[in-house]
Structure formats: C-alpha cells, structure tokens
C-alpha cells in the first residue's frame, strides 16, 4: 500500500483512496443532495442518502403502516433504524471509528 495518510498513518493502494480516506479528517463534503442540500463526503452517502427520499415518497403516499418521524426535520421514515440513521445527519454523530 504506497500511499499513506499523513495524519494517522493509514495506508491505501490507491490514491483516490486516499483522497476519499482525508475527507474524514478534513470534514469535506463535495456531494450535495439536490433535493435537500445535504452534503457528504462520499458518493456512496449520498446515493444512500437519495433512498430516504424515495421512501419519503412511499411513506407520503400512503402505501406504509407505520412511520417514524425526524424531529429535527419531520421527514417520516418506513423503518426505525433508517431514522437512527439519518439523525446522524443533523447531530453529526460518528458512531465508527477510522484504524
């Protein structure tokens, strides 16, 4: 692995890699949604992000049961763990930690 981060030595094949890899330490977040105006540090958030859309639109719809509510933003989710999970958005909690 011959390109190394120089803030806590972590070690990756490529250097894209480590140019994902020194967002997390630099708080960068070049992927905004163009719905909400969220951003992420990684595409991958933001494709995942997009999904609670969708299911924002399902729940709106009335085709789900039962739903769960952000009180930060009042967005309804399908599933209380999409919830825990999108909270992380406006509490900024980082429940994993980078080895």
Wanted: one cysteine or more; hydrophobic letters at 25%.
């Amino acid at each position: 692995k011959p390109h190394e981060c120089a803030l806590c030595l972590s070690k990756f094949h490529t250097k894209t890699d480590l140019a994902r890899h020194i967002r997390t330490h630099t708080g960068e977040k070049p992927f905004e949604c163009e719905i909400c105006g969220v951003k992420f540090g990684y595409g991958s958030a933001l494709q995942k992000h997009r999904r609670f859309h969708a299911r924002k639109n399902v729940i709106e719809q009335g085709t789900t049961k039962e739903t769960f509510e952000c009180e930060f933003c009042k967005v309804k989710f399908s599933h209380r763990s999409t919830l825990i999970s999108h909270k992380r958005i406006h509490t900024g909690e980082k429940p994993f930690e980078c080895e």
